[in-house]
């Protein structure tokens, strides 16, 4: 089945600053990669999300990136802000609803 | 819009007891999934639904029971609690078409002592 890793597990950018996670995946079937922003008590929501059709997207202050070739991906948060920090989860899916997910990574913005 | 309602928010059960964890979403989404969030490990997979009355497994179904009468409940049991379920849990229902987006519930917060 798909395996997905995550790095770092913990960021701690200024803000203002970028931040970057990556994360790698194992089947060369997957073709749908969200990433999820899970604050404090409240469940993982979706904050952008890349096709396999598409190797770059872009909403605002965040990106996201993809290496079909090297099976890997990218969220990428530009002038970050105190509210940007949260846990970010990617995740990678090859067929309709089944999501593997990432251990997650715990983004802190320091003023 | 409530979207997806989980109850309880949290439970404390002793080893052994029985519950059930309740899950309904009001935007007609055919997807529904439960999965649990255990520190370090992300989110990982119990049973999901791909309509009413069909049910599978996914990556962690052992101990937990699933069933989908209707399009909008997927309630989960816990048959004999054990302390390895201690956990947050989250249900999620998927909408269809290009998108395809999970929306998650509060979560539920799930202590066996």
């Known amino acids: 089945g798909e395996n997905v890793e995550q790095h770092p597990s913990t960021l701690s950018v200024q803000e203002g600053d970028s931040a970057v996670i990556k994360c790698t995946y194992s089947?060369?079937?997957?073709?749908?990669f969200p990433w999820y922003k899970q604050e404090l008590g409240k469940g993982p929501q979706l904050i952008i999300d890349?096709?396999?059709?598409?190797g770059e997207k872009k909403d605002q202050r965040i990106a996201v990136t993809l290496n079909k070739t090297a099976k890997h991906f990218s969220l990428h948060i530009t002038e970050t802000q105190p509210e940007d920090s949260a846990v970010y989860f990617c995740?990678?899916?090859?067929?309709?609803?089944?999501?593997?997910f990432g251990a997650g990574t715990q983004v802190v913005v320091t003023p | 819009n409530a979207g997806v309602t989980q109850t309880p928010k949290f439970q404390v059960l002793k080893t052994g007891q029985s519950m059930t964890l309740q899950c309904a979403q009001d935007?007609?989404?055919?997807?529904m999934s439960w999965y649990r969030q255990d520190p370090g490990m992300g989110l990982r997979l119990i049973h999901y639904?791909?309509?009413?009355?069909?049910?599978d497994q996914g990556e962690v179904p052992n101990g937990y029971n699933v069933s989908r009468s209707t399009t909008e409940d997927f309630p989960l049991r816990l048959l004999s609690a054990a302390p390895s379920q201690t956990s947050v849990y989250f249900c999620?229902?998927?909408?269809?078409?290009?998108?395809?987006?999970?929306?998650f519930g509060q979560g539920t917060r799930l202590t066996v002592v």
């Open positions: 995740a990678a899916s090859d067929s309709w609803g089944k999501l593997q």
């Open positions: 089947d060369s079937a997957s073709n749908y």
């Open positions: 890349i096709r396999s059709n598409v």
């Open positions: 935007m007609n989404h055919e997807y």
């Open positions: 639904s791909v309509g009413a009355g069909i049910t």
């Open positions: 999620a229902s998927l909408g269809q078409g290009e998108r395809g987006e999970a929306f």
